[in-house]
């Protein structure tokens, strides 16, 4: 019976069907997603199809001869690296006699071991009960759906009053409770929601990166190197699902927040992503995002391509973006980094875990900070040492001029860093040179 949507200690067989030619390592990140569930692969199966098939998706032969490795592996579990209809799942269950899940039901599975905080919880379920929502019919399909007195006829074909089976009544009951059960996720969400918003403006005034790319590409571990956050980091997929904020001060007088967020995947489920726009809201507000890649990963396009296509469904594609090639340690194929440093030429090169780069990347990080440097006459009070104290701190000053109540300073400043000038009500601010 599918009433689960747990991966266990099951012995699994992977699947990865293709239009074209199967890739030589097209099974490497499900066989990775798989071990992070907690299943034991068994046998991997990567298939070239002619064309999708409507209802077993590789075709019946293929299904057969996937029954035979069940047998012969003594398999319980089939994953496919395909996103799979309740109809096939049904069908290729049948033919095969094991449990068949697919891609997106592997990565759900996945988020709801890792989730901590009540939030993740609350997300992780909505994703789970919205993709299992259309696939209760297949379910319950051990159960009769529509039977009565009628038998064949036209009123008994379509179940009329007083003709329908247990089935049918347990899928409607099922129907309700999924669904007043997402209605009552998405008011508790809302709540966290305007919580997390009222928390965001109350950073307003204050320069905000968000650290953003594929999972297991570093980007925790480069938030404890920056600012010694303590968060939890460990080499797996999936490790933060929660978004963590830290206080950074790159150089003296210069803060920023920095935040960390959920890691992205090729083909990440849009019910993950539509769940988790609240985590990723530090991504829609930041003023920087940093797309950290692995760059020690063979796959590393592709995952660039994976993140790319995150950020455009949750529409911050457009903001600035300093991407990071992380774990530059661990490359073997030096004409691999240099083709990337082609592709994207103002690329800072780092190793989060043994500090190599940090400080060109800090400094890469304040540039983008301030802005271009342009020249200002800022005039103000000899009582407003705020002022004072931010020309000094965050400019270059070129003259000061004082009369009996005012003072008149020249200075060299990041255009970037008018705004928090604004904040500190100067009298008056005159752009020199631009």
Not at 230 to 240: H, M, Q, S
Not at 411 to 427: A, F, S, T
Request: proline share 3%; aromatic share 6%; with cysteine.
């Amino acid at each position: 019976m599918r009433d689960s949507l747990k991966v266990k200690k099951e012995r699994a067989i992977l699947v990865s069907a293709t239009l074209g030619k199967p890739e030589y390592n097209a099974l490497e990140e499900l066989a990775c997603l798989a071990e992070t569930a907690g299943a034991i692969i068994v046998d991997q199966y990567p298939q070239k199809i002619r064309k999708i098939n409507a209802s077993t998706y590789i075709g019946k032969g293929k299904a057969e001869q996937l029954e035979e490795r069940v047998k012969r592996f003594e398999a319980d579990l089939i994953i496919f690296d395909n996103d799979l209809s309740p109809g096939q799942i049904r069908e290729l269950e049948r033919i095969t006699g094991s449990k068949v899940i697919d891609r997106s039901e592997l990565i759900l599975d996945i988020f709801a071991s890792r989730a901590k905080t009540k939030q993740a919880m609350l997300q992780v379920e909505l994703a789970q009960l919205e993709y299992t929502y259309p696939r209760l019919t297949r379910m319950w399909s051990h159960l009769d759906t529509v039977t009565g007195a009628s038998g064949g006829t036209a009123a008994g074909a379509v179940g009329g009053i007083g003709t329908r089976g247990t089935g049918e009544k347990q899928l409607e009951i099922d129907r309700r409770l999924v669904g007043k059960r997402i209605s009552e996720l998405k008011r508790e969400l809302a709540i966290i929601d305007k919580r997390r918003v009222r928390e965001i403006d109350a950073r307003k005034g204050q320069f905000k990166v968000c650290l953003v790319g594929y999972t297991n590409a570093g980007k925790s571990t480069l938030l404890n190197s920056l600012t010694n956050a303590d968060v939890f980091v460990e080499d797996r997929l999936f490790a933060t699902l929660d978004t963590r904020t830290r206080r950074w001060v790159p150089v003296k007088a210069v803060e920023m927040l920095v935040s960390d967020t959920v890691g992205f995947v090729k083909n990440l489920p849009h019910q993950l992503v539509a769940s988790f726009k609240a985590t990723l809201e530090e991504a829609i507000n930041a003023d920087l995002l940093l797309h950290v890649i692995d760059v020690s990963n063979p796959d590393v396009m592709i995952q660039i391509e994976s993140v790319k296509n995150v950020l455009e469904e949750i529409d911050c594609h457009k903001k600035p973006m300093l991407e990071v090639f992380n774990k530059v340690d661990a490359v073997k194929n030096t004409s691999d980094l240099e083709m990337l440093q082609t592709i994207y030429p103002d690329a800072i090169c780092i190793s989060a875990k043994t500090g190599f780069g940090l400080d060109k990347f800090s400094e890469v990080v304040v540039s983008r900070y301030k802005g271009n440097v342009i020249l200002v006459r800022v005039t103000y009070t000899h009582t407003n040492g705020k002022v004072t104290n931010y020309l000094r701190s965050q400019g270059k000053i070129i003259d000061t001029q004082y009369d009996e109540n005012m003072v008149v300073t020249e200075v060299k400043l990041g255009k970037n860093q008018l705004p928090e000038l604004y904040h500190l009500h100067p009298d008056k601010v005159d752009i020199i040179e631009d």
